[in-house]
C-alpha cells in the first residue's frame, strides 16, 4: 500500500509525484498510455498564459510561481534524466494592437518586463524576418519556454532516477469508496489501495471520477499544431497575434499553433486545421513559405471554463484530490499546481492561497 496513488501520468501528475516524494511520500503513478504521452507531449511549452493580462489573480499568481522556479527545475530535470527539456528564454513578442494599456497594468502588478515597441524599425532588431507590415508590438523578454516532448521525457527520466514507482498502460476503471473515504482504485485485473488519490487525469478527470458523486466541470478541447523544418535563426522570439503563435525550437524547427476545437475524446488532424495554420505562420513570418511542414498532431486539454484547475479535496469523498483542468496553461501552471498539492497532502502552510482552486469556486 502507497501513503498515495497519483492516477494521470501527464506533467501535473509527474511533476505532483516528484514533489510528494521529495517530502518523503510513498507514491505510486498510474497511467493508461505512455508517461507524458497525451496533451503535455502536444503542447507548446510556452512559460506563460497566451495575453496573461486577460487572466484574473489566480492562474496568474500560479504562472508568476512557476516561472521563477521553471529554469531551476529544467536544471535539476536535465542532471537527473540526461534529457535536456530545452529551457530557453526566448521572449514573447505580441503582435496584437488594443490590449496596450491592460498589458502595462498587468506588467506593473505582476513585476513583468514589459516594453512597447512602436515601429517596425524597433521591432527589426528582434525579428527581421516578420512581416514587414508589422510596426508595433508588445515585447516581454522575459517569458521562456521548454519543448514538451522533451520535458515530459527528462521527467520520466526523473521520476525513474528518483524511484518513483510508475506504471504505465495502466487503465484506472474505477475508484474505490467506502462509505464517502477512498480506498484505492481498480483496473480490469488490478486493484491498488491507498488512502489518498490523487486525479491528474487531464481532459479525463471527470470520467475517472465517475458519475456516481460530483464531477469537476472538466472537457477535453482539442488543440492542432504543426511543425516547420526551418532554418536556425529564422525566428529568435516567440510570436503571437490573433490567438496564433509560432515558437522557435533551438534547433532551428518552429511550431505554429493551435486551434481550439471543442470535438469531444477525438484527436484527429484535419485538413482545414493544417491550411489555416501554416497560411497564420506564414503571414507572420513570410519566409516559412520555403520550408517543409514536418508533423501535424493534435493534443486534447483538460479545458475549463475560466482556464482555473482544481487544486483541491473532493467536497464529497474524503482522501480523493483533484489536480487538473489547467486548460491552455498546464506547463507553465504545472509548477506551482504540483506545490500546492504536495503542500496540501503534507499539512504544510500552502505558497499561494488555495481559496481560488476549490471545487466550489468552479461550481
Ligand atoms: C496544442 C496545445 C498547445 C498547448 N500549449 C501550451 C503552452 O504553450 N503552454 C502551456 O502551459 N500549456 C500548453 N498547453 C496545455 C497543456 O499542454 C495542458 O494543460 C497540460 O499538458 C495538461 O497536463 P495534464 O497532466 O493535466 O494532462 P495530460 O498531459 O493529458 O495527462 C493526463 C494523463 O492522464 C492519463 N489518464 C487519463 N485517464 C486515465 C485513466 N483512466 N487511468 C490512468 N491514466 C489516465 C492520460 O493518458 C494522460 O497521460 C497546450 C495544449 C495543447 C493541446
Avoid at 115 to 124: E, G, K, R, T
Avoid at 233 to 238: C, E, I, K, N, Q
Amino acid at each position: 500500500m502507497s501513503d498515495c496513488i497519483i492516477v494521470g501520468g501527464g506533467i501535473i501528475g509527474m511533476l505532483t509525484a516528484r514533489e510528494l516524494q521529495a517530502e518523503g511520500a510513498d507514491v505510486l503513478l498510474l497511467e493508461k498510455g505512455l508517461l507524458g504521452g497525451e496533451s503535455s507531449w502536444a503542447g507548446g511549452g510556452i512559460l506563460s498564459p497566451l495575453y496573461p493580462w486577460r487572466y484574473g489573480d489566480a492562474v496568474n499568481a500560479l504562472a508568476k510561481y512557476s516561472q521563477q522556479v521553471y529554469s531551476s527545475i529544467a536544471e535539476q530535470l536535465f542532471a537527473e534524466s540526461g534529457i535536456d527539456p530545452e529551457y530557453i528564454q526566448s521572449g514573447l513578442m505580441v503582435l496584437d494592437q488594443d490590449e496596450n494599456d491592460l498589458a502595462n497594468t498587468w506588467a506593473g502588478q505582476w513585476d513583468m518586463q514589459l516594453d512597447v515597441l512602436l515601429s517596425a524599425s524597433d521591432i527589426n532588431p528582434y525579428e527581421p524576418e516578420l512581416n514587414s507590415v508589422v510596426n508595433r508590438a508588445l515585447w516581454l523578454p522575459n517569458i521562456a519556454q521548454m519543448r514538451n516532448p522533451r520535458l515530459v521525457k527528462a521527467l520520466a527520466g526523473s521520476l525513474e532516477q528518483r524511484n518513483i514507482n510508475c506504471v504505465e498502460h495502466c487503465e484506472i476503471q474505477q475508484l474505490i469508496e467506502v462509505n464517502g473515504v477512498i480506498q484505492g482504485v481498480k483496473t480490469a485485473d488490478d486493484v491498488y489501495k491507498a488512502d489518498r488519490v490523487i486525479v491528474a487525469g487531464g481532459a479525463w478527470s471527470a470520467n475517472i471520477i465517475g458519475s456516481h458523486t460530483r464531477q469537476p466541470e472538466i472537457a477535453p478541447v482539442k488543440g492542432q499544431m504543426i511543425l516547420f523544418k526551418a532554418r536556425q535563426g529564422l525566428l529568435r522570439t516567440m510570436v503571437l497575434s490573433g490567438g496564433r503563435y509560432l515558437i522557435p525550437r533551438r534547433d532551428g524547427r518552429i511550431l505554429a499553433g493551435s486551434t481550439l476545437e471543442h470535438t469531444g475524446f477525438e484527436k484527429q488532424t484535419t485538413d482545414d486545421a493544417l491550411h489555416s495554420l501554416k497560411q497564420s505562420a506564414i503571414e507572420l513570418v513570410p519566409a516559412l513559405a520555403e520550408f517543409p511542414i514536418e508533423h501535424h498532431w493534435a493534443g486534447l486539454r483538460p479545458g475549463t471554463q475560466q482556464g482555473i484547475p482544481y487544486i483541491c479535496q473532493h467536497p464529497e469523498i474524503k482522501g480523493l484530490y483533484i489536480n487538473s483542468g489547467h486548460y491552455r496553461n498546464g506547463v507553465i501552471l504545472g509548477a506551482a499546481s504540483a506545490k500546492l498539492m504536495s503542500d496540501l497532502l503534507t499539512g504544510k502552510q500552502p505558497e499561494l492561497d488555495l481559496t481560488p482552486y476549490q471545487f466550489e469556486q468552479q461550481h
